[in-house]
Nanobody, 126 residues
Framework: QVQLVESGGEQVQAGGSLRLSCAASGRNVNGYAMAWFRQAPGKEREFVAA????????YYSDSVKGRFTVSRDNAKNTVFLQMRALEPQDKAVYYC???????????????????WGKGTRVTVSS
């Protein structure tokens, strides 16, 4: 069974940085797409970033492009989300997601992902 555990969320000042981690078990992150989504209070869960199966191709929402970077460490079986220049609008619970099998498109679509972590909370104060 695939399990995803996020960590690294905390309260930071606007303009600050955080690195979120998603530790995977039951599957190697190497060879599978992985994604980050977030859900702000009262809003739908939205796509943030994805890393393709090759660990090279990346995809970002317009709201985080240029500020966030998704990457993985195969040896640690962990995916990261480096967040810089945080804004109050980035406040949300961040979720890690993995598909059931291989995917080559629809990286930003929630329905493409079968496994989800429980989330880690990020608070950005102005």
């Amino acid at each position: 069974q695939v399990q995803l555990v996020e960590s690294g969320g905390e309260q930071v000042q606007a303009g600050g940085s955080l690195r979120l981690s998603c530790a995977a078990s039951g599957r190697n992150v190497n060879g599978y797409a992985m994604a980050w989504f977030r859900q702000a209070p009262g809003k739908e869960r939205e796509f943030v970033a994805a890393l393709a199966w090759n660990g090279i191709d990346t995809y970002y929402s317009d709201s985080v492009k240029g500020r966030f970077t998704v990457s993985r460490d195969n040896a640690k079986n962990t995916v990261f989300l480096q967040m810089r220049a945080l804004e109050p609008q980035d406040k949300a619970v961040y979720y890690c997601a993995a598909p059931q099998g291989s995917i080559s498109s629809s990286f930003s679509t929630r329905a493409a992902y079968h496994y989800w972590g429980k989330g880690t909370r990020v608070t950005v104060s102005s």
